[in-house]
């Protein structure tokens, strides 16, 4: 009974002993696998820690560069450019936002239009609009800002005075809460109805004549809805391209981002503030890689100490098997 008893403790402490030599190899691999992950993380953390936004100064701080610093957004730059506001907007007009392909990043208000003056066709199944005559720009200004009539658009395109008559002597304008405002018709309202339309088409013209004559794009529209940083990050990695074009809606040379920074036009910086969140998410994912190791080393502490008693009990019963066969003589010769 004590050699079968024994026997039977043997194998069993045999079993349990390849079971916790296993978890100890898995740990382990576990381990080395955190180690590797924390060097990662490093990498990661001053990979961010010098990244570079791209940034503009507006009312006293810095401001993460976005669509509607860079093309607009319809209505409400339109408004404010006829009250004389340019705050938030860019100080060079013939700088447009493109993609690496050279085509112009279209918002979906601006697609819209030009798929009603272009027709629904002018677009893909993904998001990108070919070239297009420029003669459509005075519609397309039309459908921007629909107080002033296509031809108003044209006349002041082609440096002509404005040659639209009006209706019973008054011409109507919308503001920006939507208010109908009659103006009438003398020489000195004619001017100032040229004024804004100068306005309106020194900010848009160049926008709609790169479009016109390189192509343009929808396809980054979700992405800057949901991420506030796309722009910016976009014209970091060269996903976004700034082109600033000619007279005629050619891109000129050379108009790499660095020429934009060192013309003053957009700011590359890295903000303190992003710093400060990037320390702090690398600090949370170290004490979180940390808490795991300290876990794990518990964890084959206490495997290793079972595996040393296991290999003392198993050298015990190995030799009580070895005292309990040396009383039987297997010699029957």
């Avoid at 060097?39 to 010098?50: F, G, N, P």
């Avoid at 013939?94 to 279209?106: Q, R």
């Avoid at 339309?197 to 848009?204: A, D, G, M």
């Amino acid at each position: 009974m004590c050699l079968a008893a024994s026997q039977s403790r043997y194998l069993f402490l045999t079993g349990r002993k390849s079971d916790v030599e296993y978890n100890i190899s898995i740990n382990s691999m576990e381990k080395m696998a955190l180690t590797r992950q924390q060097s990662d993380l490093s990498k990661e953390y001053y990979a961010k820690l010098k990244a570079k936004t791209i940034s503009y100064y507006n009312n006293g701080q810095y401001n993460m560069m976005d669509y509607g610093y860079l093309m607009g957004n319809g209505l409400d730059t339109i408004s404010k450019l006829l009250k004389g506001d340019s705050s938030g907007m860019k100080k060079d007009n013939s700088m447009v936002l493109t993609d690496s392909n050279g085509l112009v990043v279209m918002s979906d208000r601006y697609a819209g239009i030009l798929q009603s003056v272009l027709g629904s066709g002018c677009i893909d199944g993904n998001g990108r609009g070919g070239t297009f005559s420029i003669d459509k720009i005075p519609e397309i200004l039309h459908q921007l800002w629909g107080s002033y009539s296509a031809e108003d658009f044209k006349d002041v395109i082609n440096n002509k005075t404005v040659s639209s008559t009006w209706e019973g002597g008054a011409r109507t304008e919308k503001t920006k809460s939507g208010e109908v405002v009659s103006t009438g018709g003398t020489q000195d309202n004619t001017d100032t109805i040229s004024s804004k339309l100068e306005t309106i088409v020194n900010y848009f013209y160049p926008i709609f004549q790169a479009a016109a004559m390189n192509g343009w794009t929808t396809e980054y529209n979700k992405e800057m809805e949901h991420n506030s940083s796309y722009v910016s990050d976009a014209l970091v990695t060269g996903i976004f391209q700034l082109e600033q074009i000619d007279t005629a809606g050619a891109y000129k040379p050379d108009s790499s981002l660095s020429y934009f920074v060192t013309s003053g036009l957009v700011l590359e910086r890295t903000d303190s503030n992003v710093r400060e969140e990037v320390t702090a998410w690398y600090n949370s994912e170290k004490e979180a890689i940390s808490e795991k190791e300290g876990w794990l080393d518990l964890e084959i502490s206490d495997l290793s100490t079972e595996l040393e008693a296991i290999n003392t009990e198993m050298e015990s019963i190995k030799s009580i098997i070895q005292d309990s066969m040396n009383v039987f003589d297997w010699c029957t010769g």
